[in-house]
Each structure stands twice: as structure tokens, then as C-alpha cells.
């Protein structure tokens, strides 16, 4: 059963370029969000995708921006690129637009990308 | 958004039980309780997630008290391998809020 995968493992750009994450979910899940984690920080929510949809959205500028594909799998762009944009960024699988259903269904978090803005 | 407080670190030594608490006073009917273990540069590791009562697995159990306003994590014999940020999150179907979690540091 294949977890939650996301590439690249480590991306460095520099102030102003554009980037795209990508991220699989795990086998049955339909649903990806996407976190930021600061280092020191827990993951904050930027946003969910669900049926190909933006469905919720944390506090995160429009240079934040995600696509669903039909197979449920998700990419993150961040455009014009700040130097505190540099984190960890997470990926995290569920089911039916939820963040977990209950029963021992929960979400289910990716390895991360770490990106670095020089 | 239900909001949780843990404490901000522990340490513990290989062999013993480590309790991790944590406190939701405003926890909502519907919610329940999930934790997640984090390494250093990963993503958060699910670990156990309950209702109420006492939940067990084969890495840790979690003790909800009947107001529910509280949740335990407990790690039997922990090991340096469990070094770790341990997050409690409430919540299901609306965006769940991570404090800055529990850092334990396990000493041989």
C-alpha cells in the first residue's frame, strides 16, 4: 500500500523565481492538503483540494496556488518567492474532503519538500 | 477552531513510560483525538487517534477522560528512537490547528 509521496525532497531558488511541488496520495484517499512548517513550527494549513476544487484555504497569499489532477494527485506553485518562504513543505492525504473521518481514519502526511529561498 | 496546549518539552530515559498530556477544553462533540510524531525534516508520523475511554496499539495508548477536555499520550519503555515532536490534534472535518508540539528527548 503506497503512502503519501511528494518531490523533489529538496528545491533551492532564489527571490522572485516561481516553484511547483507535487504530491501523491495514499492508496483510497481522494483529498490533499498542503502545510508550511517553519522551522521550530508546527505545520500550518495553506490550503485543500478535493474533487479537483480549493475547498478550504488557511491565511496564505495568492502567490499560493494548487491544482488537483483526476487521479487526486496535487501540485503546489508559489510565485515570486520571498526568503520566508523558506520551510518544509507537507503534503497530506484523506478521504471525502475531510481531514479525517474518525475510526482510525486520519491524515496521512508525506516525507516533505524542503525549500530554500536564497 | 479547537485549540490545544501541551507542554513544550520533556525528558525521559530509555525504559521508562513516558505520559504526554494534553488539553482541549473546547473540544467539540463531533471531534475526536488524533497524535503524530514528527522527526526532524519529515512529515508527521501518524500515531493514535481516539474518542473517548482508552485506546491502545502496538506503539502507544491514549487515555481520554469522560469530560474529554483532556487527552494522554502514553509511550511504554520509550527509546532514544522515540525522540521526537509529539503533536495532539482535535478535530475531523474542519482544519485542524498544530501548536508547536512536545519536543522529547529520550537519554540513555
Known amino acids: 500500500d503506497a503512502g503519501v509521496t511528494q518531490s523533489p525532497t529538496h528545491l533551492i531558488k532564489t527571490r522572485g523565481q516561481q516553484v511547483t511541488l507535487r504530491c501523491s496520495p495514499k492508496?483510497?484517499?481522494?483529498?490533499v492538503s498542503w502545510y508550511q512548517q517553519a522551522l521550530g513550527q508546527g505545520p500550518q494549513f495553506i490550503f485543500q483540494?478535493?474533487?479537483?476544487?480549493?475547498?478550504q484555504r488557511g491565511n496564505f497569499p495568492d502567490r499560493f496556488s494548487g491544482h488537483q489532477y483526476p487521479n487526486y494527485s496535487s501540485e503546489l506553485n508559489v510565485n515570486a518567492l520571498l526568503l520566508g518562504d523558506s520551510a518544509l513543505y507537507l503534503c497530506?492525504?484523506?478521504?471525502?474532503?475531510?481531514f479525517g473521518t474518525g475510526a482510525g481514519d486520519t491524515q496521512y502526511f508525506g516525507p516533505g519538500t524542503r525549500l530554500t529561498v536564497l | 477552531l479547537a485549540k490545544t496546549t501541551q507542554p513544550i518539552s520533556m525528558d525521559s530515559y530509555e525504559g521508562q513510560e513516558v505520559n504526554i498530556t494534553c488539553s482541549h477544553n473546547?473540544?467539540?462533540?463531533?471531534?475526536?483525538i488524533t497524535w503524530y510524531q514528527q522527526f526532524p525534516s519529515q512529515g508527521p508520523r501518524f500515531i493514535i487517534q481516539?474518542?473517548?475511554t482508552k485506546v491502545t496499539n502496538e506503539v502507544a495508548s491514549l487515555f481520554i477522560p469522560a469530560d474529554r477536555k483532556s487527552s494522554t499520550l502514553s509511550l511504554p519503555r520509550v527509546s532514544l528512537s522515540d525522540t521526537a515532536v509529539y503533536y495532539c490534534?482535535?478535530?475531523?472535518?474542519?482544519?485542524?490547528?498544530f501548536g508547536r508540539g512536545t519536543s522529547l528527548i529520550v537519554h540513555p
Open positions: 490534534l482535535v478535530g475531523g472535518s474542519y482544519i485542524p490547528t
Open positions: 492508496s483510497g484517499h481522494d483529498t
Open positions: 473546547n473540544i467539540a462533540t463531533n471531534d475526536y
Open positions: 481516539g474518542y473517548k
Open positions: 483540494y478535493y474533487e479537483e476544487e480549493e475547498r
Open positions: 497530506a492525504s484523506s478521504f471525502k474532503g475531510f
